[in-house]
């Protein structure tokens, strides 16, 4: 699983509220995965590609990536010996960042950025990240999660005068790829709708089970699975910045009842939207 600690059905096994710093030599992921933080990559030499929201996403060494890793992701080509080092930020952390709201709001509909040059000295700092954060004692982990945090900030502002907008790329060759890719954007489109896995289908113009058969093959999930990860992502971004009632976030994203929507928070936070919004609360005071 591309050294990152996930089980085989993409669940993280460790906590999604642990900050964690690693580094693994890269290599291809024979199915894409995902989890609840931001992550933040770091190729030390050589380059490689992701496959990242049904789309190819070229990264060479010294550049940082940032996305968000509960959107499927994996790895399909990979230069021979090349280190990487992955943090991972916690969500709660990320969006108590004093960043603009819209670039928070892009990275979670599905942006993938990377700095558009190498970073002189990236190299050195990333493996000095690990080293710290390995065996360093808790001062020196709070400086390595520190920085990160900047580097984070950085990153986002450097782009914020772009602008940042999911990013045009190459897609595979296939018309699993193509499916995958408007069924995808249906989504982005109409999250908030009673969905169901015939209407999004009819809506790609592609057969349910040749819907399901691609979004699988792709990006490892269901459609529906997707679905309802993306519409926890925008509730999740509700209850950080609004004083929304939960019920009105639970409807407007689209859960259909207020117990759909706490019994899919629990399963894959751990946690309650209210608790969710007073540690958010806490954080930003």
């Known amino acids: 699983m591309n050294g990152e600690e996930a089980g085989t059905e993409g669940k993280w096994l460790g906590s999604p509220r642990d900050f ?25 030499e050589g380059s490689m590609t ?38 991972y930020l916690p969500l709660a952390d990320f969006l108590a960042m004093p960043i603009e709201a819209t670039a928070r709001q892009a990275i979670l509909q599905g942006a993938f950025i990377h700095e558009p040059n190498p970073t002189d000295g990236a190299s050195s700092s990333g493996a000095r990240w690990v080293k710290e954060w390995t065996n360093g004692d808790q001062a020196r982990r ?19 005068d772009a602008g940042i907008t999911r990013r045009e790329a190459t897609a595979l060759a296939g018309p699993g790829i193509r499916y995958t890719q408007a069924l995808t954007e249906i989504i982005s489109k109409r ?17 349910p089970t040749t819907a399901n058969r691609a979004f699988r093959n792709v990006l490892g999930i269901s459609v529906m699975e997707y679905l309802t ?45 209210r608790n969710f919004r007073m540690m958010m609360r806490m954080r930003a005071g």
């Open 142 to 160: 709070q400086l390595v999660s520190d920085e990160v945090a900047l580097r984070v900030r950085r990153l986002i502002l450097d782009h914020a």
């Open 20 to 44: 964690l710093v690693e580094e693994h030599m890269a290599d291809t992921m024979t199915s894409a995965h995902w989890h609840d933080h931001i992550e933040i990559n770091l190729l030390r």
């Open 191 to 207: 999250y908030r709708e009673p969905l169901t896995l015939a209407s999004i289908a009819k809506l790609a113009r592609v057969h």
């Open 229 to 273: 990860r993306f519409r926890l992502s925008r509730a999740m971004l509700r209850l950080a910045e609004t004083n929304d009632p939960i019920l009105e976030i639970a409807h407007d994203c689209g859960f259909g009842s207020p117990a759909r929507f706490y019994a899919v928070f629990k399963h894959h936070t751990d946690d309650t939207p």
């Open 50 to 87: 992701y496959l990242f929201n049904g789309k190819q996403e070229h990264v060479e060494a010294g550049r940082l990536v940032l996305f968000w890793a509960a959107i499927p992701h994996q790895t399909i080509v990979v230069t021979p010996q090349s280190p990487l080092v992955c943090a």
